[in-house]
């Protein structure tokens, strides 16, 4: 019962490296989402695959892509960090069908020096 | 523009001490509001859908009600494991973008 996986937990960047976080989802769902959490402001979206082969841009996509690797696994990628990025993020899945809640992963705390 | 706010940001109970949280929204159409309790350093939990005016959901000693302005998280006879932070969400009926708009949260504490 692992639900949404998310690597890593911690990262730390110099302003212009590149990463990829990773995540997983083992409960069969079409849609992965990309959010990310900052204090004072709600989860804003970045970047969604309503199912295996699409990707959609959200509320704050500048500076990230995504790669719909699978079913599966869902990416997301810092091209060139920048400080503003500093910031949780979370992965999450949902099942089809009616308005069901996300299944969020634990998260990646990322800060950008 | 969906906008989400939860009212008060933090509130401190004593065991036993009933209450309730605010969530207020505006949406074009509302397709499902979300109720999510997050712990920290974690990911936000899924808690409750609610769908229409009227409606109501109960979960141990939470229950959810909403009507066609505001939702409430009324939480009865709390424990300190009900400690955390809960979020609010919106998502709208109209569009193929799927959007869902959160709160900012409501920082619940209970005191034994």
């Known amino acids: 019962n692992a639900g949404v996986t998310q690597t890593p937990k911690f990262q730390v960047l110099k302003t212009g490296q590149s990463m990829t976080l990773q995540c997983a989802q083992d409960?069969?769902?079409?849609?992965m989402y990309w959010y990310r959490q900052d204090p004072g402001m709600g989860l804003r979206l970045i970047y969604y695959?309503?199912?295996?082969?699409?990707?959609d841009k959200g509320e704050v996509p500048n500076g990230y892509n995504v790669s719909r690797l699978n079913k599966r696994e869902f990416s997301l990628r810092l091209e060139s960090a920048a400080p503003s990025q500093t910031s949780v993020y979370f992965c999450?899945?949902?099942?089809?069908?009616?308005?069901?809640?996300?299944?969020f992963g634990s998260g990646t705390r990322l800060t950008v020096v | 523009e969906d906008q989400v706010t939860q009212s008060p940001e933090a509130l401190r109970l004593q065991e036993g001490e009933s209450s309730s949280l605010n969530c207020s929204y505006t949406?074009?159409?509302?397709?499902?509001l979300f109720w999510y309790r997050q712990d920290p350093g974690k990911g936000p939990e899924f808690l409750f859908t609610?769908?229409?005016a009227g409606e109501e959901k109960e979960k141990e000693r939470l229950k959810a009600t909403l009507t066609k302005k505001e939702s409430f998280l009324h939480i009865t006879a709390p424990k300190p494991e009900d400690s955390a932070t809960y979020l609010c969400a919106v998502q709208a009926r109209s569009g193929g973008y799927q959007k869902v708009t959160f709160g900012t949260g409501t920082k619940l504490q209970v005191i034994p």
């Open positions: 949406v074009s159409g509302l397709r499902g």
């Open positions: 999450a899945s949902k099942g089809q069908g009616a308005v069901n809640g996300y299944t």
């Open positions: 409960m069969n769902h079409n849609s």
């Open positions: 609610l769908y229409s």
């Open positions: 695959s309503a199912s295996e082969g699409t990707t």
